[in-house]
């Protein structure tokens, strides 16, 4: 099976898979402090929270399969949302509208196969499109990978919040990332 890897802006339709995705990462890593699955209801209401100024893309995978039949081999296509990433407001006061937090997932199967990075440099893309001054990242203890990421696309290291977060029965810091764009 080969792939080819589209990123665009989520539409409603594509709730289920990104809920799927998160709720892999809320039960299976770190990448969250969630701790509950997410209902579709809550994830409704999250996926409006987002609009233009936030937006939410995600990673479309067409796969190209061969099925062998009684009468030969035969090619389908189809598309799967893989993996996520989207701008969310910092904080709720005006001061900090210049200011968004990124967020990323990527469906487990596909991890290391670059999604991730494609997912990253278009959000900054859309980040620096919609004007703003700065981007802030949240990596848990023991994400080396998302640390990786975000230090590898200019996020720079700013602080460590110390065991703030308690997940799979363990107090874990949260590193503050900061990237500037203008």
């Known amino acids: 099976m080969s792939a080819s890897v589209q990123i665009r802006r989520a539409e409603l339709s594509d709730l289920g898979a990104i809920t799927e995705i998160y709720n892999e990462a809320i039960l299976t890593t770190t990448a969250t402090f969630d701790t509950e699955p997410k209902s579709k209801a809550e994830q409704v209401q999250w996926f409006q929270s987002h609009g233009e100024r936030h937006p939410i893309l995600v990673a479309v995978v067409e796969e190209v399969a061969v099925a062998q039949g009684e009468e030969g081999a035969s090619f389908y296509r189809r598309a799967k949302v893989v993996g996520w990433v989207s701008l969310n407001k910092w904080s709720d006061r005006r001061a900090y ?19 991730g990075r494609k997912l990253q440099a278009a959000i900054i893309e859309e980040a620096r499109r ?25 996020f720079v290291h700013v602080g460590t919040l110390k065991e703030v977060g308690r997940k799979f029965d363990q107090l874990l810091d949260v590193h503050i990332l900061q990237m500037m764009l203008d």
Not at 97 to 115: F, N, P
């Open 97 to 115: 509208d210049d200011t968004a937090e990124a967020s990323l997932y990527v469906k487990a199967e596909y991890r290391g196969q670059g999604i």
């Open 130 to 154: 919609l004007g703003f001054h700065t981007l802030i990242g949240r990596v848990a203890e023991g994400s080396a990978v998302s640390l990786h990421l975000s230090k590898s696309f200019g």
